[in-house]
């Protein structure tokens, strides 16, 4: 069996595709200090307007004997999960700048550091966990870090009681000023992680390329073939199971897309972005684990929606906003829509855990050396509180992280301190993240 480098691409003209991890790569694997084998992964996954933290996690610390409603899609990946109670972000409170709790929520969220509130729209914040996960993990990858969302930023204006927009809409910050602007185009962020190869498309280039249904996958299969001869029987397999998985993904993005419908004038066809709200989702995460399986990053943020938003969940038959809803007032009808919009937000989640579970890298699989942080900055958007924050952890059982079980921090303890216990079992040499005081003992 032929050893190959770990970056090892298919190209064809301006088309690269890169590669799952194949056994052939492992000898020559580039490593996190202090982790033999595979690299580690970060994911931070942000839902907005807090969660019914009743319905998802026990108040008692202890193993996770039955899971909560919101959390049954998870089953049997339940063991692979820790639920923290007691965790609070103090610099998404007022603290004497007024009203704001939503784009102090996400902009505190990763960076432990109170939001510049100013009349004038500066920005200040600081530097986020991931940004900083990824001065380590992100200098052997292509992408040293990925931003995806479903909702795009909003580049200017006020959003919440006179904080920049870009506080609500940003969860990854570069520095205190220069948010990483995330991507929500599914088409784009395929075209980014697969199409890229020996310089840059104009837009045009790239319609006309999708017009002609010019598959990344057929372009390379060729090259795939004679690769093929050198590779063991199990990479073989894994090679051509990645390449129909590629495929069907590109089908998936042209018919979300409206790529079927030429009869359509272009000015009434979607612009990237499904209509359908869970294919959305899906195509997001999909793109995402297809990222960290073929080592295109390492590390990740999904703001599943931005602080504040008021989108509706027709689909699962909650048809009003999700920001009104929040303002619950204690009503039960809007207390069960809510926990049922997070019920929804676990299921697709769920969804991307398993798709991980099942992908192999060496004697682990790809979830084990990723570990993934589920969260919102508020916990009951009601009360826009910042203590006892919803938070659950899966994954990362190569890494150290265990599972199945509560664990119960004293209360007001920075959510940083979280953030720098992942970076530590990643790999990741980190004192302090803003208002951290230590590592949690995840």
Not at 97 to 108: I, T, V
Not at 136 to 149: C, E, F, I, Q, Y
Not at 164 to 183: D, H, Q, R
Not at 358 to 363: I, Q, T, V
Request: hydrophobic share 40%; proline share 6%; aromatic share 4%.
């Amino acid at each position: 069996m032929k050893l190959l480098p770990r970056r090892a691409l298919l190209r064809s003209g301006s088309c690269a595709l890169a590669l799952p991890l194949l056994d052939a790569m492992l000898p020559g694997m580039s490593r996190v200090p202090g982790h033999a084998g595979p690299p580690a992964r970060l994911l931070w996954v942000y839902v907005p307007n807090g969660m019914r933290v009743d319905k998802l996690a026990p108040s008692a610390a202890g193993p996770l004997k039955e899971l909560p409603a919101t959390l049954k899609p998870l089953g049997a990946l339940a063991a692979q999960a820790t639920l923290l109670r007691g965790l609070a972000q103090d610099r998404g409170r007022a603290n004497g700048d007024g009203p704001g709790d939503h784009a102090r929520a996400c902009a505190n969220y990763l960076t432990g550091v109170q939001p510049l509130k100013a009349p004038d729209g500066r920005l200040g914040v600081g530097v986020s966990a991931d940004q900083l996960a990824a001065r380590t993990l992100g200098v052997s990858t292509r992408r040293a870090s990925l931003a995806l969302g479903c909702e795009p930023t909003v580049p200017g204006g006020q959003c919440d009681s006179g904080y920049p927009c870009a506080y609500s809409s940003n969860l990854s910050w570069i520095s205190p000023t220069v948010p990483a602007l995330k991507e929500y185009d599914p088409r784009a962020v395929f075209d980014h992680l697969f199409r890229e190869g020996r310089g840059e498309e104009t837009p045009e280039q790239r319609a006309a390329r999708w017009k002609a249904r010019a598959s990344v996958v057929d372009l390379v299969r060729a090259q795939a073939r004679r690769l093929e001869g050198k590779l063991s029987s199990a990479d073989r397999a894994r090679l051509d199971e990645y390449q129909g998985g590629l495929a069907s993904l590109e089908r998936r993005i042209q018919l979300a897309l409206g790529g079927e419908a030429d009869a359509v004038p272009d000015e009434l066809r979607p612009k990237g972005i499904p209509t359908d709200a869970r294919e959305h989702v899906d195509l997001l995460f999909d793109l995402l684990a297809l990222a960290f399986e073929t080592d295109c990053t390492r590390v990740a943020t999904f703001l599943v929606g931005n602080e504040g938003s008021n989108r509706s969940y027709a689909a699962i038959g909650v048809p009003e906003g999700h920001h009104d809803l929040s303002h619950h007032g204690k009503e039960l009808d809007k207390l069960d829509k809510l926990a049922r919009i997070d019920h929804y937000h676990v299921e697709r989640l769920t969804r991307f855990l398993e798709r991980l579970d099942r992908a192999r890298e060496g004697d682990a699989s790809l979830l084990d050396r990723t570990l993934v942080c589920f969260g919102s900055g508020l916990e009951d958007g009601n009360r826009h509180n910042h203590e006892d924050l919803p938070t659950l952890v899966v994954g990362g059982r190569a890494l150290g992280h265990g599972g199945g079980r509560v664990l119960v921090s004293e209360r007001e303890t920075p959510l940083c301190n979280l953030h720098v216990a992942l970076l530590e079992k990643a790999g990741v040499a980190c004192d302090r993240i803003g208002d951290s005081s230590q590592a949690l003992p995840l």
